[in-house]
Each structure stands twice: as structure tokens, then as C-alpha cells.
């Protein structure tokens, strides 16, 4: 009994000891530290809002803060008056291009257009085009859900297809190209054209000596945007394996071709190989003088040629990335440009490819305004790298490429020809990255 009330007493002393020793504490003069107030915090620097590894699909995974007028902007609302803590926000850099700065930042919602992604593979090519579709669906397409056509000249496997479904966010095609599209037409004499493809062959002229190369090009230049898949759809966005997309895209680039009036669109150009299209440009001129009602008011010819179109300066817009206007190339004007060009052979008897045969055509066909450079869309397919030129503007998109590899100015590039022939004013900082 002793015991237990001798324990009471100590924790009686234990509390009362401890309720002094607190009061002292709040009474001290010791002064404390002041609370922080906003012109004390750091400015907003650093890696905010990058995509870092292991995010799934490309996520932010730390944004940066919404600011008073963000939220405003959001909303539609008057900004309020700015208050007098630094901004935690970097101002935007102008970019003096009108055709560059016409690119949103942000455009997510609205009007969904009847657009597809078109890529021609086989299934050999599987683990090469999911890094292309990857590359797309993070960047782009995981924001907008458009549908996927993948065309074969063979069948595709299940692999291919449940690999490529459960990537894509969108709908996903697989068509098998008919023969009709994929071999010799009747007209042409098979063994003229095996022995271009052997003197191509000696000459190492890049796949000089390939069959399935031809109908490829041909393919790709005359029919795939008459498949039965893409019969129901307007605009297409083509994908190639093994390419890269360096920034966000966070508009509809199918609207924005769409709203401004665009049918044909490319990222990267350049000047062909001379050996393999020596008389493409004689079937161009026999085209123009048969069909002058399909040569457009104020095209491209200035892109295309330095004398007024008697010879061809070899430009094209490389035609692995396009983003164009299904319609148009379905058009009668198309048709007989096509038609033209696939009579005289040059498929087969020397080694056209589809990118100067679709470059001449939208250069011709239509007009100057109605093509477009998608500075925005930072992409790289081996060799060549388009890196948007503006050091705030990839900021602002997230982009992840070296400008330093940008092509657009280099000496080989005929971008710099096509802003002279459109009459705009190259991006600041291009004259760095010149050769």
C-alpha cells in the first residue's frame, strides 16, 4: 500500500515539473525565427514538369504550381494586377516566325477530326515500329486516341497484332496490300528492269539493286491512300519504324491542317540522289504541258527549280514523316500526275522514290500557302534530326533533342530554300546551327 502511494507521488512530481519546465520556454525571450514571406522563396528553376524515367506513358510528374494568372488564363477571367514577389514562372520567349509561333502550346479538347496513322511494316519489323509507336502515343497520341492502319504485302501475325493493339490508344487496322499494288504492272519490260537494278547493283547505288524498294516507292506514291482502310478516313499522320519524337505535341495537328488551310506538311527536307531519278523530272514537264489546268496559282515551282522549271534542283521534302490530306491525293489532279509517272516506268527502269514524287506534287498541285512546316514536331529518323531552333521554344514543349543536330540550316537541307521561296523569316538563333 506504501509502495503503490509513494508511485503516485512521483508521477504527481514528474507532471508538475514538467508543466513549469514548458511554461519557461513560452516565456523566454529568445526570439524565434520569422515565417518566410514570398519574396524569400527561391524563383521556380530546375527539372519541373520534365518526364522522368520510369513515369508511366510519358506522364509530368511534377508540374510546376498553378499561378494566380494561370488560373485566370484557364478560366477565360481578367488577370489580376500582378503583385510584387518575383513571378515563379519563366516569361515566354518570342519566337519572330509567324508560320512557328501559329503552333498552340495546349489545344486538347474540342472537334475530333476523321484522321489516321498509316505505317507500312512487315512483321519482321515489329520491335522497330513499337518504338515508333511509343515514341507517338507519349508524345501525342495518348491526348487524342486517333486510330492506327498498319498495310502489309503479307499477312500480319497475331504478335504483330496483339503487340501493336495494346500499345495504341486508338483503334488499330491491319490490311494486306493486294498484288495488283505490289508487283510489275503489265507495261513494264521485266527484263529491262533487272538489268538497271544489276547496273545499280555495280554502281552501290543505296537499295539500287532492290525489287520489294520499288514497289515500296511506288506504293507509297500511288495507292496506299486508296486501300480499302483508309478509304473511310480525311487526313493521315505516316509513322515509319525506328523514329523518334523529341517534344510534346499537345494540339491536334489534324486540326490545325484542317483550320489553316493545309494539305500537304513535312519536318525534314533535303536534295535526292541524281542517280536515281535522271529523267523523273523530264515525266514532270510532260505532265505540266498535258495537264496545265492542274499546275496551282502561286505554287511552289521557286522551291523546286532555279530556272523557272526547265531542270530540277533535286528538293524534296523527306516523306517518312507527312501529315496530309487524304482527298487531295485522291484527287484528279493527283491521279494524272501519277498516272503520268507510273507509265513512263520510272519505278522500275531507274529508282524514283515517293518523296520527290510526292514533293513535286504538292509543290505543282497546290499552293504555296497550303503546304507547311511543322517546326514543332521535333523528329528523327536515321540519319537526319529536325530540332526545333529557339532555345525557349523546346523549353516550352519539353524537348529532349540536341540542337546541335538539327539539319534545317545545314548545307544538304532545302529548308532554308523553302522559308526564302515562302517569304518568311527564318527563327532566331538559325545562323548557329548553319554548317
Same mark, same amino acid.
Given at each position: 500500500?506504501?509502495?503503490?502511494?509513494?508511485?503516485?507521488?512521483?508521477?504527481?512530481?514528474?507532471?508538475?515539473?514538467?508543466?513549469?519546465?514548458?511554461?519557461?520556454?513560452?516565456?523566454?525571450?529568445?526570439?524565434?525565427?520569422?515565417?518566410?514571406?514570398?519574396?524569400?522563396?527561391p524563383s521556380w528553376k530546375g527539372d519541373q514538369g520534365k518526364t522522368h524515367p520510369g513515369s508511366p506513358s510519358g506522364e509530368v510528374s511534377a508540374p510546376?504550381?498553378?499561378?494566380?494568372?494561370?488560373? &485566370?488564363?484557364?478560366? $477565360? &477571367?481578367?488577370s489580376p494586377p500582378a503583385a510584387s514577389a518575383p513571378a515563379l514562372t519563366t516569361p515566354k520567349q518570342s519566337i519572330d516566325s509567324p508560320l512557328i509561333?501559329?503552333?498552340?502550346?495546349?489545344?486538347?479538347?474540342?472537334?475530333?477530326?476523321?484522321?489516321?496513322?498509316?505505317?507500312?511494316?512487315?512483321?519482321?519489323?515489329?520491335?522497330?515500329?513499337?518504338?515508333?509507336?511509343?515514341?507517338?502515343?507519349?508524345?501525342?497520341?495518348?491526348?487524342?486516341?486517333?486510330?492506327?492502319?498498319?498495310?502489309?504485302?503479307?499477312?500480319?501475325?497475331?504478335?504483330?497484332?496483339?503487340?501493336?493493339?495494346?500499345?495504341?490508344? $486508338?483503334?488499330?487496322?491491319?490490311?494486306?496490300?493486294?498484288?495488283?499494288?505490289?508487283?510489275?504492272?503489265?507495261?513494264?519490260?521485266?527484263?529491262? &528492269?533487272?538489268?538497271?537494278?544489276?547496273?545499280? &547493283?555495280?554502281?552501290?547505288?543505296?537499295?539500287?539493286?532492290?525489287?520489294?524498294?520499288?514497289?515500296?516507292?511506288?506504293?507509297?506514291?500511288?495507292?496506299?491512300?486508296?486501300?480499302?482502310?483508309?478509304?473511310?478516313?480525311?487526313?493521315?499522320?505516316?509513322?515509319?519504324?525506328?523514329?523518334?519524337?523529341?517534344?510534346?505535341?499537345?494540339?491536334?495537328?489534324?486540326?490545325?491542317?484542317?483550320?489553316?488551310?493545309?494539305?500537304?506538311?513535312?519536318?525534314?527536307?533535303?536534295?535526292?540522289?541524281?542517280?536515281?531519278?535522271?529523267?523523273?523530272?523530264?515525266?514532270?514537264?510532260?505532265?505540266?504541258?498535258?495537264?496545265?489546268?492542274?499546275?496551282?496559282?502561286?505554287?511552289?515551282?521557286?522551291?523546286?527549280?532555279?530556272? $523557272?522549271?526547265?531542270?530540277?534542283?533535286?528538293?524534296?521534302?523527306?516523306?517518312?514523316?507527312?501529315?496530309?490530306?487524304?482527298?487531295?491525293?485522291?484527287?484528279?489532279?493527283?491521279?494524272?500526275?501519277?498516272?503520268r509517272l507510273d507509265k513512263d516506268g520510272g519505278f522500275f527502269y531507274e529508282r524514283w522514290g515517293d518523296a520527290p514524287v510526292h514533293s513535286i506534287a504538292?509543290?505543282?498541285?497546290?499552293?504555296?500557302?497550303?503546304?507547311?512546316?511543322?517546326?514543332?514536331?521535333?523528329?528523327?529518323?536515321?540519319?537526319?534530326?529536325?530540332?526545333?531552333?529557339?532555345?525557349?521554344?523546346?523549353?516550352?514543349?519539353?524537348?529532349?533533342?540536341?540542337?546541335?543536330?538539327?539539319?534545317?540550316?545545314?548545307?544538304?537541307?532545302?529548308?532554308?530554300?523553302?522559308?526564302?521561296?515562302?517569304?518568311?523569316?527564318?527563327?532566331?538563333?538559325?545562323?548557329?546551327?548553319?554548317?
Open positions: 500500500m506504501a509502495a503503490g502511494s509513494a508511485r503516485i507521488v512521483r508521477y504527481l512530481l514528474f507532471a508538475f515539473f514538467g508543466v513549469m519546465v514548458l511554461y519557461f520556454m513560452s516565456s523566454s525571450s529568445i526570439p524565434r525565427p520569422p515565417l518566410p514571406t514570398t519574396s524569400d522563396l510546376p504550381p498553378l499561378t494566380v494568372e494561370k488560373i &485566370a488564363e484557364k478560366s $477565360g &477571367a481578367a509561333s501559329a503552333h498552340p502550346l495546349t489545344e486538347t479538347s474540342g472537334e475530333r477530326m476523321n484522321a489516321t496513322f498509316v505505317t507500312l511494316a512487315r512483321n519482321s519489323d515489329l520491335w522497330e515500329i513499337v518504338k515508333s509507336i511509343r515514341q507517338v502515343e507519349d508524345r501525342f497520341n495518348r491526348k487524342f486516341h486517333y486510330d492506327w492502319v498498319f498495310l502489309n504485302d503479307k499477312p500480319f501475325d497475331e504478335a504483330f497484332k496483339n503487340v501493336t493493339t495494346s500499345l495504341i490508344s $486508338g483503334k488499330t487496322h491491319y490490311g494486306e496490300i493486294s498484288e495488283e499494288h505490289w508487283s510489275f504492272p503489265e507495261f513494264i519490260d521485266t527484263d529491262k &528492269a533487272r538489268r538497271v537494278r544489276e547496273d545499280m &547493283a555495280q554502281r552501290k547505288i543505296i537499295y539500287g539493286d532492290s525489287i520489294s524498294y520499288r514497289h515500296m516507292c511506288r506504293f507509297e506514291s500511288g495507292f496506299f491512300f486508296l486501300h480499302p482502310l483508309m478509304q473511310k478516313f480525311e487526313w493521315y499522320w505516316r509513322v515509319e519504324p525506328s523514329i523518334e519524337l523529341y517534344c510534346d505535341i499537345n494540339y491536334d495537328t489534324f486540326k490545325y491542317m484542317r483550320d489553316h488551310g493545309k494539305k500537304y506538311s513535312f519536318v525534314l527536307s533535303l536534295y535526292e540522289y541524281v542517280e536515281t531519278i535522271p529523267t523523273l523530272w523530264d515525266s514532270v514537264k510532260t505532265f505540266i504541258k498535258e495537264h496545265p489546268e492542274h499546275i496551282a496559282e502561286d505554287n511552289s515551282m521557286k522551291w523546286l527549280s532555279d530556272d $523557272g522549271g526547265e531542270t530540277y534542283n533535286h528538293c524534296h521534302f523527306w516523306s517518312n514523316f507527312e501529315i496530309g490530306n487524304l482527298n487531295w491525293l485522291r484527287s484528279q489532279a493527283y491521279t494524272d500526275y501519277f498516272n504538292a509543290s505543282l498541285l497546290l499552293k504555296k500557302e497550303e503546304i507547311h512546316f511543322f517546326n514543332d514536331i521535333a523528329y528523327y529518323h536515321v540519319p537526319f534530326t529536325h530540332c526545333p531552333t529557339g532555345d525557349q521554344y523546346r523549353l516550352d514543349r519539353k524537348c529532349h533533342c540536341n540542337p546541335k543536330d538539327n539539319f534545317d540550316w545545314k548545307g544538304y537541307s532545302c529548308t532554308s530554300r523553302f522559308f526564302e521561296t515562302n517569304n518568311m523569316e527564318k527563327p532566331e538563333g538559325y545562323k548557329d546551327q548553319q554548317d
